[in-house]
């Protein structure tokens, strides 16, 4: 298996960044899409075209899971790569979308940006299978960028070593 299909190690230093992710994902999708379900969510989504009152609903029941399998995606440590893709175009597409179709809805813009932000930078971050071994293109234990870590590139110390006589 390479290294983008190969699930996560199941260290605390790459578990737990991923239970936080997971835990966002699990909040939107359970909490404001399903359970009781956030009236400024409803109300971004009736301001969708094509989508109609009787609609909402079941247009955020049919969200929630998504969100809820993208959590749980993101703490089996499957295609890691793959879910931190998926985890930036998601709420990029959710974003465009609210501030396309309901900016005049969104009560603080920025606040949901930030947060849109936050949770990409996140998600694209969380630690790949070279944490564990200490390997990133920065260093030892230094943070990838974006999930993707390499190995470090050669020492540039020179080594001398004594000329065979």
């Known amino acids: 298996m390479d ?9 605390p230093r790459v578990l737990l960044p991923s239970a936080a992710i997971a835990l966002v994902w699990f909040y939107e999708g359970a909490w404001c899409k399903i359970l009781p379900g956030r ?40 295609r890691p790569y793959l879910a931190a893709t998926t985890q930036t175009l998601l709420p990029a597409l959710f ?11 969104i009560d603080e813009p920025g606040r949901m940006l930030t947060a849109t932000f ?12 070279s944490h564990d071994r200490g390997v990133t293109p920065m260093g030892p234990g230094a943070p990838s960028i974006g999930g993707w870590a390499a190995a470090p590139p050669p020492s540039p110390r020179l080594h001398l070593t004594a000329a065979p006589e």
Not at 3 to 11: L, M, Q, T, Y
Not at 44 to 57: A, F, G
Request: proline fraction near 10%.
């Open 39 to 78: 009236a400024d969510h409803r109300a971004i989504v009736v301001d969708l075209p094509l989508v109609s009152e009787p609609l909402v609903i079941p247009n955020l029941v049919g969200i929630g899971p998504v969100e809820v399998a993208l959590g749980l995606w993101v703490l089996s440590g499957w």
């Open 3 to 11: 290294g983008a299909h190969a699930p996560i190690a199941r260290s």
């Open 118 to 129: 936050t949770l990409v930078h996140w998600s694209g971050a969380w630690p790949t299978p």
């Open 95 to 105: 974003s465009l979308g609210g501030l396309a179709f309901s900016f005049a809805t």
